[in-house]
């Protein structure tokens, strides 16, 4: 029974607790926490029950309010969608056992709006995930973004002004988007995902189909913060308390990228966007040109955050590269890549969190030798996600390098090959300029005038700082998680990401 | 050609990872230095027994493997101990061992800072070059290349000054484009023949592929291995790379590191494209061509060098494309002669690195100029040191002999008389910048090692027993570990094609 109803229970869960937490927690606070791990632990076990599900018997759908499709709306778990809500809702959860202690520290007045709005988002982000209706996509679209405006808004004083740009710019991506389906709509009749797959082949040239399909495809790049529309993106992970940059960075764009996919390759076919509009090539293009630009940028930056904010541009574009050249293997790598990065990227941000926590800042220029004295272990987790940043093996992030390589060989498409490898490199220097500050660089050689030095200047043996366990452990885990996948990735492969590839690519 | 016969054996995974299981164990006990390098010591020889027992079956065709797990779909992460590797294993195991204690006395000696990064990262080197010399398949090859790239950094700048820092980021800046390269000609590879595993004789087989490909393809994985293995114009971070402590260079930059290059190279050579493909499309030309400007010009920029560990670094950017060269020539006596150089200038260039450690540990002197009548003050360390310098200019009896006899037999089997001439030259120049520290160190005299005596027995005994070691692999090849006949196996198998 409760199989069929997987696909509907897990945004909702997340709905409830947005509900119950002002509602009880203005009665009694210390009910916050169990409510928002309740929610995200539940929304955690019908994710990974759901995928068990859907890889031995096939799609889960339901039909809300017993409406039959395409007249009503529908939730369908199948292995793209099933994959998504995992990453989703395993990564939200360490990131939220991790945010307690910032949370409390940062933003210790807001605490019950904070985690409301938090549970908003992940609702919003899990319905876009698991809806089969493109206008239910954009209802949640947009509790996903507006809850997302608030969690970067709670931040340091410039933050609003960074959130309100991400709303401008993330509210034409949404019109955008809507336009794009009320096209599709005025042809088909239909909003029906499956439905729209079956009646758009026959009408793929009126210009009204192309229309609408390239205004969703804009719409989505603005929110996928696809290169040269992430204007919005460094300042909101930035100035974003680092609660919300951890919980956003890892999954938010990854979301978009999936409502791409989904788009491009199930609601229309893939040889629609490669073949007949030739959209693929401005995808690959404008991607490769991301990775070059974000890894660019990354290397300029003097504020952790704002490096990892620019790396994540650059991070983007591999999986819209994977997309663009429509092979399995780079599609393999593109989906991989939403995984890994998600891991690699919410361990890096967990980072600076405990940086922020512990030190009082994340300013790489002021690093020095003392944090691996003592910040031992987040050190040793930033070490292993940006080995994995830089591709080295057996770490996650050089498979999905791999499969994009050969599916770039396999199309002959060297110059995207060329840019793969090369951002490799370019990831290397822009972590070992910080890896080297932290192990190498010895204190008295940096500016000790600053606050946060003081009391490292008061006893010359430096103590262990480290953060507490509920900190730590979540980073730890990223960290191992992300040499698992790197090892066992071809598990991943063969029993999941092998059925997410559609027909016809 | 007889059959190699494939058994299935966990062997292989243990000399791989014993190494690696005692990392956590050196960490672990920071506090307690003798414990912490008994761990190493006994890791070395644990790694070092495991590898010998192998011996017997590599000797009879015999072949152990090890499948450890599907790495990406249609590849496994694999081990294979074909006598290759095993040959590999051995010297780079057994010259561990050495080192070990070598390096106690060494980082003891200078007092070190750091001195469990130092060994932790060493265990993990180890372990990535045993990987290294028993991948079953490029891919597996990639993985340890990479991991041995990244451990041998924190070695590199071990002593954190401004030049080891830089030389670090000069390190990684050549190995990591390598590694890049060597990934997309892996890459490449796979999506021609949809394999990547090693094959005696080439892996390319009966497949059609164009030559521009074929070179463009041999190209990229040149500039993968080709940087380990420190071939011009690609050699520079080697000497760079000397800001290292002595017992690195003496094992990493000699032995492990860039002899995993140039085992590289002839698997490239020998079991990716195989003589005939590199005949048939002019790579072995190449080859030739970069190994014998590598030679004469390393050679040359010794003399230039007063330090004398960098002066013994481009020695061995000269020596290591001596074996490059013996891969080129694509004769069964010329990869024999490249394939034993490996063994044969391991033993000694290992020697003249843990000479020179021993004389800076002592008397704090790195220049050649400051080195007038160190021999009197440490008689058994410049013995060793003349033995090593004879067995690189080639002459016998010590074994630097043997592997450059069977090299210019090679030349002459191939036809190629400048090779042999180039290999003539070299011998000469090794004697023209060696010798003459020799001969500072004996018979001339200053007053900078007035009260000196040896270095501590741990680095002297060490260096006594490797130089001992070239002196009687250049009398008896055979002799312990049927050296010859493991190299002469190897060559009759790439150029037969055991299949």
Sequence with gaps: MIEQNLPVLIPVSFLFAALLIPLIGNWKQSSTYPLVFGAVGFAFFLSIYGLSRVLTDGAIHYQLGGWIPPIGIEYVLDPLSSFMVVVITGVALLVLVHSKSVVELELPEKLIPYYSIAMLFLAGLCGMVVTGDLFNLYVFLEISSLSGYALIAVGEKRSSVAAFRYLLLGTIGASFYLLGLGFLYIVTGSLNLADLAKILPHIYLEPTVIVGFVLMVGGVSIKMALFPL?????????????????????????????????????????????????????????????????????????????????????????????????NPLALTGAVLHVLNHAFMKACLFLVAGNLRTKVGHSTISEFDDSLRKTMPWTMAAFSIAALSMIGIPPTAGFFSKWYLILGGIENSEWIFVAVILSSSLLNAVYFFRVLEKVYLRSKDTVDVHHAHNDHVKENQAVKRNEVGFSMLAPTIIFAIGIVLLGIFNAVLVNEVINLIIPAGI | MNVAEVYSSSIPFYAVFVSLIAVPLILLSSRFPNLREFWTIAASFLKFALVFTL??????????????????????????????????????????????????????????????????????????????????????????????TVATYPLVIHKETPVAISAGRKYLLYTLSAGVLLIAAAGWTYSLIGTLDFQPGGMFGESAISGEAMKGLFLLFLGGVGVKASIMPIHSWLPTAMAAPTPVSALLH?????????????????????????????????????????????????????????????????????????????????????????????????????????????????????????????????????????????IPPVDGFISKWYLGAGALESGEIIALMILVISGLLNAGYLFPIVHRAFFRSSKNFDGHGEAHPFMVVPLIVTAMASLLFGLAPNLFFQFYDLAVKISQSVIGGVH
Excluded at chain 2, 278 to 302: N, P, R, V, Y
Aim: hydrophobic fraction near 55%; aromatic fraction near 12%.
């Design chain 2, 254 to 394: 000699a032995v492990a590191v860039v002899k995993s290059g140039v085992f590289g190279v002839f698997r490239v050579v020998g079991f990716v494209f195989g003589p005939d493909v590199m005949a048939a499309h002019g790579l072995d030309i190449i080859l030739l061509i970069l190994s014998g400007i590598t030679i004469i010009m390393a050679s040359l920029l010794a003399f230039n060098e007063d330090n004398l560990k960098r002066r013994l670094a481009y020695s061995t950017v000269g020596h290591l494309s001596y074996i490059v060269m013996g891969a080129a020539l694509l004769s069964a006596n010329s990869f024999t002669g490249g394939i034993l150089h490996i063994a044969t200038h391991a033993t000694m260039k290992i020697t003249l690195f843990f000479c020179a450690g021993a004389i800076y540990v002592n008397v704090h002197k790195e220049n050649i100029s400051d080195l007038d009548g160190v021999g009197k003050a440490m008689p058994w360390t410049m013995g060793a040191f003349t033995v090593g310098a004879i067995g690189l200019a080639g």
């Design chain 1, 230 to 326: 992430h204007g919005w993106l460094p300042d909101a992970y930035t100035l974003a308390p680092s609660a919300s940059s951890a919980l956003i960075a890892p999954i938010g764009t990854k979301v978009a990228a999936y409502v791409m996919i989904r788009i491009v390759l199930f609601v229309f076919e893939p040889n629609y966007f490669r073949d007949t509009l030739h959209v693929a090539d401005i995808i690959t293009w404008v991607s490769a040109a991301g990775i070059l630009f974000g890894s660019i940028m990354a290397m300029a930056q003097d504020e952790l955050k704002r490096m990892l904010a620019y790396s994540s541009v650059a991070q983007i574009g591999y999986i819209g590269l994977g997309l663009g050249m429509a």
């Design chain 2, 55 to 148: 011996l017997p079956d590599a000797l009879h065709d015999r072949v152990a493997e090890c499948r450890i797990l599907e790495i990406t779909p249609g590849i496994d992460l694999a081990l294979k101990t074909d006598a290759f590797g095993v040959f590999f294993a051995l010297i780079a195991s057994g010259l561990w061992i050495f080192t070990s204690f070598y390096s106690i006395g060494y980082v003891r000696g200078l007092n070190e800072q750091k001195q469990t990064r130092y060994f932790a990262s060493f265990a993990i080197c180890l372990s990535a070059t045993m990987g290294i010399a028993f991948s079953a398949n490029l891919i597996t090859f990639i993985v340890f290349y990479e991991i041995l």
